[in-house]
């Protein structure tokens, strides 16, 4: 199964770090681990992705464990507008690079 | 840089009637393009992908088909629509290579 493991809501104080979870077991080696999330009635919006070393961008951090079985995206601070749905993605490698999503987390934050 | 369109962001349409949805990508060449779909309340699924001009695979069966008659151009056509084709449709582009996919602002639409 492509899919990845995610829980179903987290819930976060705004200025707080936000450790999103996810589980990967069956990742094989060339497979990406993409992370986007979704605001109501958008497009999803790319956050990070990464293969086997940790990552950092403008938006996030992304954690991958050293099997690679599991990662962890991290937002530094949470703010109001972060609250949206958290997709972990293991993407298929090969040259068309498909993307299977699952349901995703959805993340609250609260003021 | 890259922009990607998708037109109309709206459409309301009757069971039986024909579709077409438009997607198009500015600033990139030989992009991958993608199709998805979301239902209500539901993760994307995957309709079809192209690595090129006249090159479509479909990953589930259906009655949408798909076509990309430019480069840069994804469209996705349905002779007669039922109900369950109602969703949040996206479109998305991926540079050759391993990187990872970009979305449009997608289209909802409603069959009745």
């Known amino acids: 199964d492509a899919k990845t493991t995610q829980p179903n809501s987290m819930e976060s104080n705004e200025e707080e770090p936000v450790h999103l979870p996810c589980n990967h077991s069956?990742?094989?080696?060339?497979?990406?681990i993409h992370w986007y999330r979704q605001l109501p009635s958008q497009g999803p919006e790319y956050v990070i992705h990464?293969?086997?070393s940790n990552v950092n961008n403008r938006m996030a951090s992304l954690a991958i464990a050293e099997d690679r079985k599991s990662s962890t995206l991290i937002l530094h601070r949470a703010t109001l507008r972060d609250a949206a749905v958290y997709y972990c993605?293991?993407?298929?490698?090969?040259?068309?690079?498909?993307?299977?999503f699952g349901k995703g987390t959805k993340l609250s934050v609260k003021p | 840089s890259q922009t990607i369109h998708q037109w109309p962001a709206t459409l309301v349409q009757p069971v039986g009637s024909p579709l077409s949805l438009e997607c198009t990508v500015e600033?990139?060449?030989?992009?991958?393009l993608y199709w998805y779909r979301q239902a209500a309340g539901r993760g994307l699924q995957l309709l079809f992908y192209?690595?090129?001009?006249?090159?479509i695979s479909s990953e589930v069966p259906q009655n949408l088909s798909a076509s990309r008659p430019q480069d840069r151009q994804f469209i996705l056509s349905s002779k007669k629509l039922l109900l369950s084709d109602s969703g949040f449709y996206l479109c998305?582009?991926?540079?050759?290579?391993?990187?990872?996919?970009?979305f449009g602002p997608g289209t909802r639409l409603l069959v009745l």
């Open positions: 998305a582009w991926k540079a050759p290579g391993p990187t990872t996919q970009y």
């Open positions: 069956t990742i094989s080696g060339t497979d990406y």
């Open positions: 990464g293969l086997t």
């Open positions: 993605i293991r993407g298929i490698g090969g040259s068309q690079g498909n993307l299977i």
């Open positions: 600033g990139t060449s030989n992009p991958n």
């Open positions: 192209s690595v090129g001009i006249g090159q």
